[in-house]
């Protein structure tokens, strides 16, 4: 049971590239989060989707963009890196209404803009 | 609107000494509540959670928390620091209605070190 694996682990980016920091869930869950963590700010809510087709912003959406095409799959995109975006990004996924169970999160990906 | 403080930005132990973390909210409803640990480069791992019934909740490690509604509290303890606890914590809280629903607000969260 795998549970939230995101690729790639580790990757550094020049200013003005793009990438797409890949998520995928085996738990057949609805709900899925992208979250940037930054060095003394805790975890900041960057986009999610409460299902194949819908997403929506979280707090600090800006320089991103996210698809949702199927339940397994939520791939964040960065269009054109700044440094500003240099961070930890971590992927959850959640099951939904009337559950009581947490998130499950990823093993994050450790982004590198220069 | 939801928020998460975490007062402490970097508490100092020795081992063997009890811990208290600091955790205040603020939520419209009774709010699920979590603390997760992170050492260093490696992912978040759940300590314990609260959804309801009792107040005081045991989670893995040895530690626990305590859901305090008057307080707005959400503390975590643990009666006896191992040096291997040395890692940063976070407290959120858990959105459970609507457009809030599973999503988690986190505090700045508190670096936990452990003198030998």
């Known amino acids: 049971n795998a549970g939230v694996t995101q690729t790639p682990k580790f990757r550094i980016l020049k200013i003005g590239q793009s990438m797409t920091l890949q998520c995928t869930q085996d738990?057949?869950?609805?709900?899925m989060y992208w979250y940037r963590q930054d060095p003394g700010m805790g975890l900041k809510l960057i986009y999610y989707s409460v299902g194949a087709g819908i997403t929506d912003k979280g707090e600090v959406p800006n320089g991103y963009n996210v698809s949702r095409s199927t339940t397994e799959d939520f791939p964040l995109r960065l269009e054109l890196a700044a440094p500003s975006q240099t961070s930890v990004y971590f992927c959850?996924?959640?099951?939904?209404?009337?559950?009581?169970?947490?998130?499950?999160f990823g093993d994050g990906t450790r982004l590198s803009i220069l | 609107a939801q928020s998460v403080t975490q007062p402490d930005i970097h508490i100092t132990v020795s081992e063997g000494a009890s811990l208290e973390l600091r955790c205040n909210y603020s939520y419209g409803a009774t709010p699920y509540l979590f603390w997760y640990v992170q050492s260093p480069g490696q992912g978040l791992q759940l300590l314990l959670k609260y959804f309801s019934g009792d107040t005081l909740v045991q989670g893995i490690k040895g530690f626990e928390a305590e859901f305090k509604r008057s307080q707005s509290s959400f503390n975590l303890r643990k009666p006896s620091v191992h040096w291997s606890d040395a890692a940063e914590y976070f407290c959120?809280?858990?959105?459970?209605?609507?457009?809030?629903?599973?999503?988690?607000?986190f505090g700045r969260g508190t670096q936990l070190t452990v003198w030998p």
């Open positions: 959120a809280v858990g959105g459970n209605r609507g457009s809030t629903l599973g999503r988690l607000y």
């Open positions: 959850a996924s959640y099951r939904g209404e009337y559950s009581n169970q947490p998130q499950h």
């Open positions: 738990m057949n869950h609805n709900y």
